[in-house]
């Protein structure tokens, strides 16, 4: 083994999928019920489809309205 290498021509690597980061996020049961039902005849998992559903929000720059009742 060197004692140093020189990475000054590396290139990331291209087979490396998007790293993605695990978090925990209360949501309401009704709320993951509608993601379950949703998931079941696309044959994933509701988690994946609230993942491209947020993706979605992003990607159509979505505004977030909040309004009490």
Do not use: H
Not at 29 to 51: C, S, T
């Amino acid at each position: 083994m060197r004692k140093e290498y020189d990475f000054s021509n590396a290139m990331p690597n291209p087979y490396v999928k998007k790293l993605k980061r695990q978090v925990t996020v209360k949501i309401d049961a009704a709320i993951a019920d509608y993601f379950k039902k949703q998931a079941v005849p696309l044959g994933m998992a509701y988690q994946n489809l609230i993942g491209l559903y947020l993706t979605d929000c992003i990607a159509n720059k979505k505004k977030i309205s909040v309004a009490w009742k």
